[in-house]
């Protein structure tokens, strides 16, 4: 959660993932057992959202963060919904159907709009306003990036050949930091990517790293890898 206080973990068991609720505090548990498929806390961390499915029909439900006085949202047929809470007023969800890949923005006041489709495996990164999704789409095992405003409805192709796991926003979402390949040469490099697509270098790390998940400090001192190569994180001074 955003507050720190309360933490939904995923718990894989032999009948599929299950989602639990704990609260550091009171140290109350909630298990919201099978049925439910994602769940994801609000951007303040006063209420979360949660999927239940069960057979061929599904349904978005907003909640306390315990799960207590849920409220339907959305009903629906798709059963494969990963949710997302970018903005206060904001849903999202992503899906798949048909080989597409789809992101829906769905407003609390039960309005569902199509943000993103592709052909391959989608991979998302919401700006902190909820206002952008930096996304790249994985065809044929290249993930070329690109850049949805939402407000405006642009979509952008920024021309970089890298996952949008591989990024993260940088202060005031103003610009991208993100790992990209090395041309014709193993390990990756940091890059500076403005929202243009124009790239800058900020490091070339001499460790042989396949980053996983990117992460920045609070003041940008340090980019925290995961190495897809052996499992352990990384801090690489900027």
Known sequence: SPNKKEVISVFYENNGERFKYYNYQTRKV???GPLVKSAVFSPDGSRLAYFRSQGAEGTIYISAPDGDAPK???DTRITDIELYWPSQENLAFKTRSDGLDRVYV???T???TKAVEGEGQIDILWSSDGKKILYSVRNNGASLLRLKDLASSE???LNIVTAASKCSWGIGDEYL???????GE???DIHKIGLDGTKSLLA???KNIVVKQLMLTVLEEFTVILNDLDGKLYALKL
């Not at 930091?177 to 041309?183: D, E, P, T």
Request: proline residues 4%.
């Open 30 to 32: 909630v298990d919201f």
């Open 72 to 74: 339907k949202i959305f």
């Open 106 to 108: 769905l407003s609390t």
């Open 110 to 112: 039960r309005n569902l």
């Open 155 to 157: 979509d952008r192709d």
């Open 177 to 183: 930091i993100c790992s990209v390949a090395r041309s």
């Open 186 to 188: 193993g390990g990756e």
């Open 204 to 206: 070339s790390p001499q």
